[in-house]
């Protein structure tokens, strides 16, 4: 037998048997808990498809309605930022589930069921909403689908080995990119307020990178690279969210990042390859697992609905407070305390993100008192 196809079997086992008495001893990890969320998480999720369709003013007007305009009211600015601030702060959830599932189950496996549970909620709900009639799917759905998969891997492979918050943080070069896609292929205008603070939390993220890269090597760029990936996906959805609902977006976008990483787990089981292997759930992971797809999917929903009222290049910033929700439940869950240069970086990426939303809320409410004022009563 090879020397490291043998060593990499015993790794898996080990790590099985640890998350095994791990989730046994682990109050957080008990079964009636983790019933009892999913439950909250279905009741939450049917008010958010019903809240987002009123939002984004579709139902029974969707061929009605013209496009969003390029100027968005205040209080659709606002809106769009109320949506992405829960949404944000609910993300860290899903990883934190992801990274404790993370001794058993591989990356890859986990992102599959968690896009495979979002479609299971979807689809009753779409069905009902459409009368059976619903949008067939596109090859941008099947694209922002694999953009989805790819990112999902990337992040959960990289919390196997890094803190949760650390992760989150060097994600945070995302607004960065997303800032300037948005600039330069759906003409959004960027003022040097949003530019400068965008900036200032790549900096951020640079003092969080450095201690985790001297740690754990290479690793610590996968969430650069899910970083990239996720940005290119906001920048699609952003273009097509005018023509699209949002439900049926989702829908479709998870049923082809299930579909993507269906075969490449047959690949990685074939080939023993730890990122991508199967690994039988046990009767506990399915419990935490269905939860894992229904929080995903309130998330998810809650950000296209802010994308859709909001500019994506003054959201960008706004999502630096996922990683006061990160930092939280790594302590609670990990007990992994963030050190002194990942708090003074944490706190640069935070600031800038709250310094944007205090002075772009403040803009649009200029710009619409002046446009009332020129209108005259």
Not at 152 to 165: G, K, S, Y
Not at 283 to 299: D, E, K, P, R
Not at 343 to 365: A, D, P, Q, T
Request: charged share 15%; with cysteine.
């Amino acid at each position: 037998m090879n020397p490291l196809y043998k060593l990499a079997r015993i790794r898996t086992i080990a790590r099985a048997e640890k998350s095994l008495l791990t989730l046994h001893v682990s109050s957080r990890f008990q079964l009636g808990r983790v019933s009892a969320f999913v439950g909250m998480a279905f009741f939450f999720l049917s008010k958010v498809i019903g809240f987002g369709g009123r939002a984004s003013g579709l139902k029974d007007q969707r061929a009605k309605d013209p496009p969003v305009s390029s100027g968005p009211s205040a209080s659709s600015v606002e809106g769009g930022m109320i949506m992405m601030a829960v949404a944000v702060m609910m993300a860290p959830v899903v990883h934190a589930i992801a990274k404790g599932l993370g001794d058993t189950l591989s990356p890859g496996q986990i992102a599959f069921f968690r896009f495979f549970f979002q479609f299971l909620f979807l689809l009753p709900l779409v069905w009902i909403v459409f009368r059976g009639k619903i949008p067939p799917p596109t090859v941008s759905h099947a694209v922002r689908g694999a953009l989805l998969s790819a990112a999902a891997v990337l992040f959960f492979w990289a919390l196997t080995e890094m803190p949760l918050a650390e992760s989150s943080a060097i994600f945070f070069v995302e607004p960065l990119i997303l800032t300037l896609m948005s600039a330069y292929f759906l003409s959004e205008p960027i003022g040097p307020r949003r530019i400068l603070a965008v900036l200032i939390g790549f900096i951020g993220a640079l003092i969080v990178i450095r201690p985790n890269f001297q740690e754990v090597g290479p690793v610590a760029l996968l969430p650069l690279l899910c970083a990239v990936c996720i940005a290119v996906y906001l920048t699609i959805t952003r273009s097509l969210a005018a023509r699209e609902d949002a439900r049926v977006m989702q829908l479709w976008v998870c049923l082809f990042a299930a579909l993507t990483l269906l075969p490449l787990m047959v690949i990685g089981s074939q080939f023993s390859l730890q990122v991508l292997d199967f690994v039988r759930p046990a009767a506990t992971h399915w419990w935490i697992l269905v939860a894992l797809g229904a929080i995903a999917t309130i998330s998810h929903m809650l950000a296209i609905y802010g994308i859709r009222l909001a500019p994506a290049g003054i959201l960008a910033p706004f999502q630096y407070l996922e990683i006061l929700s990160a930092t939280g439940l790594g302590i609670w869950f990990f007990g992994d305390v963030p050190d002194g240069p990942t708090i003074v970086g944490i706190i640069i990426i935070v600031g800038s993100g709250l310094y944007v939303f205090h002075k772009e809320r403040m803009i649009n409410r200029q710009v619409e008192a002046a446009a009332r004022i020129r209108q005259g009563p």
